[in-house]
């Protein structure tokens, strides 16, 4: 039985491995464009073959592009309804 650290632990895993092709070769047909310091934190841009733009922002490059992952899944998610 795999107690609530363990689950933790692989969704850390599998979130470092997402952010490694998200930088080095692009996640879902999103590749980064551009990252800006900015006060508070960190902003990354990703942009796809068609010319669509996601933003994400967060405290850390780490958490900046967490949030890009789940805004790229989200994005495609809805643009499939």
């Not at 989200?74 to 309804?81: C, I, R, V």
């Given at each position: 039985?795999?107690d ?26 999103f ?19 068609s010319g ?21 899944e ?8």
């Open positions: 039985m795999i609530h650290r363990e689950r933790e632990m692989d969704r850390d895993s599998t979130f470092h491995e997402r952010i490694d092709i998200l930088k080095n070769q692009g996640y879902r047909g590749s980064i464009s551009g990252s800006q310091k900015k006060w508070g934190g960190v902003e990354i841009f990703a942009k796809n073959s669509q733009l996601l933003k994400a922002s967060g405290e850390t490059d780490e958490e900046a592009y967490k949030r890009m992952i789940d805004l790229i989200h994005t495609l998610d809805e643009g499939s309804k």
